[in-house]
């Protein structure tokens, strides 16, 4: 199984900051054959399922502010949210879709400082 | 919007097995894969299998795949998912969700895509 680890478990962001969450896989999650990495990144709130907040990496979902984006290719992603508003504290998760199982990060949890 | 409503919260003995429902709206259930997902208290998420209604079949994870079978019914759009030999470290809440860009080749490569939408979650505690 691709495990995926995130980093860091938790962190603490000031209002307006910019918030940055790292995952790496332990093999590529890059399809060769459409040159797009099977990455995709979850906001989940206590009490709800998670919600998709980007594809193939960097690829925003409809309806997510751009303050969120992605990076990165082969192992090593980053979710960069930029000026943190209250409402994006939750946990988020990496997940690769390139092979099954498909298997999510740990989760790293964003709180407000 | 996709909408995927589950069934409701389940207690159940060890030993016993549950199966959730998942009934989605629209053609999606003809159209894209739907896939399971559960989380234990306090943890993270884990994938359990999906079921592709092109072929009519599921995909299992090798964690579960003695344990648990994915099915459907097209004359109701809903996805089943059992769980059987429950035990206590399955108390969890288990979402079903849409793949968005489930593909296949001939040679029979599936290429998988991200969960664009996600039912409520259906709470499921096995307890003696």
């Known amino acids: 199984d691709i495990v995926m680890t995130q980093s860091p478990d938790s962190l603490s962001v000031s209002l307006g900051e910019r918030a940055t969450i790292n995952c790496k896989s332990s093999?590529?999650?890059?399809?060769?054959?459409?040159?797009?990495?099977?990455l995709a990144w979850y906001q989940q709130k206590p009490g709800q399922p998670p919600k998709l907040l980007l594809y193939?990496?960097?690829t925003r979902e409809s309806g997510v502010p751009d303050r969120f984006s992605g990076s990165g290719s082969g192992t090593d992603f980053t979710l960069t949210i930029s000026n943190l508003q209250a409402e994006d504290v939750a946990v988020y998760y990496c997940?690769?879709?390139?092979?099954?199982?498909?298997?999510f990060g740990q989760g790293t949890k964003v709180e407000v400082k | 919007q996709v909408l995927l409503v589950q069934s409701g919260a389940e207690v159940k003995k060890p030993g016993s097995s549950v199966k959730v429902s998942c009934k989605a709206s629209?053609?999606?259930?003809?159209?894209?894969?739907i896939t399971w997902v559960r989380q234990a208290p306090g943890q993270g998420l884990e994938w359990m299998g999906a079921?592709?209604?092109?072929?009519?079949?599921?995909d299992y994870a090798q964690n579960f795949q003695d344990r648990v079978t994915i099915s459907a019914d097209r004359s109701t759009n809903t996805v089943y998912m059992e769980l059987s030999s429950l035990r206590s470290d399955d108390t969890a809440v288990y979402y079903c969700?849409?793949?968005?860009?489930?593909?296949?080749?001939?040679?029979?490569?599936?290429?998988?895509?991200?969960?664009?939408?996600w039912g409520q979650g259906t709470v499921v505690i096995v307890a003696s």
């Open positions: 997940q690769q879709y390139y092979i099954t199982p498909q298997t």
């Open positions: 093999q590529t999650v890059l399809q060769t054959s459409s040159n797009k990495n099977s």
């Open positions: 193939w990496a960097s």
């Open positions: 629209g053609n999606t259930f003809t159209t894209h894969v």
């Open positions: 079921f592709i209604p092109i072929f009519g079949s599921a």
């Open positions: 969700a849409r793949d968005a860009f489930f593909s296949y080749e001939n040679s029979g490569y599936y290429h998988w895509g991200a969960l664009d939408s």
